[in-house]
């Protein structure tokens, strides 16, 4: 069987670190496996199948014979870098916003939009961990009935504003009767001007704030549906807000269908679509809910309804781990595609 | 100045204190003012304006005399002394669900629907939480410019569960390392059979299931606002879910409204609205959140935003203070109100 040369650039962060384990656990056919950060974390050591490695300050030559580079360091290290990787050969599946609008590059969820990939010119781009999960809810509704219109009101996570903002839900959860009051330098956006406390409260501010008014995550949710869907008439709008939550982001979700199925259809629709698991069954208060769904690698939903007043609307409560499917997991996903197709 | 016999029934609970607390800080008119509890909580001390008093065991004959009698102790109690306190003459303002939908009883948000009061035939009720807040901010709105759609999902605190809830959070928020594996007894509904974790964590379930698979808090929201609004074509949809916040809801809505004004228009309309205060500068990250709006009477609005594709929608971010507006502060205004209309 072919194997292919890896390398992970951020290997030391929260979603590098899971990279390393989804290829480990899925049994990703490496051939050799490069670890790649900045100079300060340079050095330190990462465990992969029983060997030991260490991480590599990344340069431009540490990408010579690589087939397959996942990037996770942030946007800026990816212009910088991903061009690098691709002039050398490889093939980037980039999980930061850099490139994802892009119209030269795929952006992709498997079960969504895998022809995507044969366009690739080098990158390939991770959607946003809000986008994936809902795509993978609306994929199935979408083929089978048609879909026109989706409202989104997000519960995001800390872990999807990195380690510091865990520490610091952590530390303020700690202080209960001081909650209004507590310390905070990291949420909801580490280099803004003013920071709010996480625990004990609700911050509607995900990201920046863009000229209309919506935030760049609300965005992004908007117009990567709109790509990875391939329908650019499709209304999304979404409001985006962060919760007391380590991990799991869940999203309310109205979704508006150009047929009118009934709603066992709609679970039905659910139930077998790849990568989503039905969790439905309200008289036994089974629904999905983040605690539960950490570290497992499906898009969970539940709480199915018709709309009361529109045959077409219905409402969804979905539920998965931002840093596994919303991550990690999927741009493993997307490398195995390009396996698994001959892409690569 | 006239002044009234007042009962408090419930007058140990966290509504019932909140209520004894608006009754001081508004000054209300009291010339006698009783407190009513259950035989479990008879004989502690409460002080009002400087005076100690003992919680009384209610019964039929406690409401002798009594001009304003609020409730907030339970459905069934509501059930079982309302019409008692009513026979002798007492104005009833509940607080609990028993007779919100009853045809003959108003069920009343002053700043909304204070007309309606002049139809009570003795019981008045206090709207759901989580609804007083929202028809607070569509008022303005379907005034101005008509309303005909509503879809909200929520984010709301344990403090509308009771103390137990409270105490419960406060015990997990402790032991952030065993999140999943917590002990829970109280949420999402003490009598139900199936009990989870709140810390860290977003339950999609407040109340028990009704068989449409919409929760009570949900069929509430949606048949209350109907009633309150005077429109039985309002299509209104609503997902509820309890959140690791002490105290405050915030509300995510998009509304369609019939008119399309500009965001600015909208935005003045809710800073114009009684009750209703604009939080809405996103360039200086200003935007209502949960842990601010405790213990404050008004309903704060932010994060307006015209939707992207529908000249007539709006989305709005809701957040009050549930045990304040929520309960006990529209209770008082309602008694308020009966007084200054002349109504009692």
Not at 37 to 64: D, H, L, M, N, W
Request: negative net charge; contains cysteine.
């Amino acid at each position: 069987m072919k194997s292919y040369n890896v390398a992970i650039m951020g290997a030391t962060g929260a979603v590098g670190q899971q990279m390393k384990e989804q290829l480990e656990k899925r049994n990703f056919p490496v051939r050799n496996i490069v670890f790649l950060a900045s100079s300060r974390s340079a050095g330190q050591e990462i465990t992969f199948k029983g060997e030991t490695y260490t991480v590599q300050e990344a340069v431009p030559e540490s990408f010579e014979g690589i087939d397959i580079a996942l990037f996770s360091a942030g946007g800026s290290i990816s212009e910088k870098f991903a061009p690098e990787a691709v002039k050398r050969g490889a093939v980037v599946i980039d999980n930061t916003s850099a490139f994802r609008m892009d119209k030269e590059v795929p952006l992709v969820v498997p079960e969504v939009n895998k022809a995507d990939l044969r366009l690739h010119k080098g990158i390939i781009a991770n959607p946003n961990c809000s986008t994936i999960q809902m795509v993978c809810a609306l994929q199935p509704l979408k083929e089978q009935y048609g879909l026109s219109k989706v409202i989104v009101s997000t519960y995001q996570a800390v872990s999807g504003a990195g380690v510091n903002a865990i520490n610091e839900l952590k530390k303020q959860s700690a202080d209960f009767d001081n909650a209004k009051h507590a310390e905070a330098s990291v949420l909801p956006v580490k280099s803004a001007d003013r920071h709010y406390p996480i625990a004990f409260n609700a911050i509607p501010q995900i990201d920046q704030f863009t000229d209309n008014g919506y935030t760049y995550e609300e965005m992004k949710m908007i117009n990567e549906t709109k790509k990875i869907m391939h329908d650019e008439t499709l209304s999304v709008a979404a409001t985006c807000v962060r919760l007391p939550v380590v991990t799991g982001h869940s999203e309310s979700l109205y979704v508006e269908l150009d047929g009118a199925p009934t709603v066992e259809e709609v679970r039905q629709a659910i139930a077998n679509a790849p990568g989503v698991e039905l969790m439905d069954d309200p008289s036994n208060q089974v629904y999905p809910m983040p605690l539960m769904a950490a570290g497992l690698d499906e898009v969970f939903v539940g709480r199915i309804r018709a709309d009361l007043d529109n045959p077409r609307g219905f409402h969804l409560w979905v539920v998965s781990d931002n840093l596994v499917k919303g991550a990690a997991l999927n741009s493993v996903q997307i490398a195995e595609a390009l396996v698994g197709e001959q892409i690569i």
